[in-house]
């Protein structure tokens, strides 16, 4: 078995949920070297996440971004954690209900994503940084 291992560090993004397929492919082409095995995605922050989702249609990205503001909205009075602004709390709950990782498939060196599938970034800040990533891939 083979183990890799990398850090992305991604560009800034808007908020909003965001196609990073490409990216986390071009960083760590050892993938190629693998016939069968998984790729872990993890992302080191508290404020953003990692979900898989449609590819295609953009549209289906403005609106995760439109029913997650609605589901968990900002200036909520019960928020107590409100020190770097209206969006944080919020980006905390966000990133919680989504997750900070994702495990993929590796087919033939590639990753085995359906057709319609992609890597999101979702990005809950207003003016996040450059956000980091772990990948870690491994197989025979």
């Known amino acids: 078995m083979k183990f890799y291992q990398k850090e ?45 989702n449609e590819n295609a249609d953009p549209t289906v990205r403005i609106d995760f971004e439109s029913h997650f503001n609605q589901m968990v909205p900002e200036n909520t009075p019960y928020y107590i954690h409100t020190y770097e602004g209206p969006d944080d709390m919020p980006a905390h709950v966000k990133a919680s209900l989504l997750g900070n990782s994702i495990q993929i498939p590796i087919t033939d060196g590639e990753l085995n994503l359906g057709i319609w599938q992609g890597i999101y ?14 990948l870690t891939a491994f197989g025979s």
Do not use: Y
Not at 10 to 34: C, M, Q, W, Y
Not at 40 to 47: A, G, N, R
Not at 121 to 134: K, Y
């Open 121 to 134: 970034l979702c990005e809950h800040r207003d003016h996040a940084s450059g956000r980091n990533l772990v």
């Open 8 to 52: 992305l560090q991604l560009k800034p993004f808007n908020r909003g949920f965001h196609l990073i397929t490409e990216a986390i492919v071009d960083a760590i082409p050892e993938l190629e070297s693998l016939k069968v095995g998984f790729l872990q995605v993890f992302i080191k922050h508290t404020s953003a996440g990692l979900t898989i």
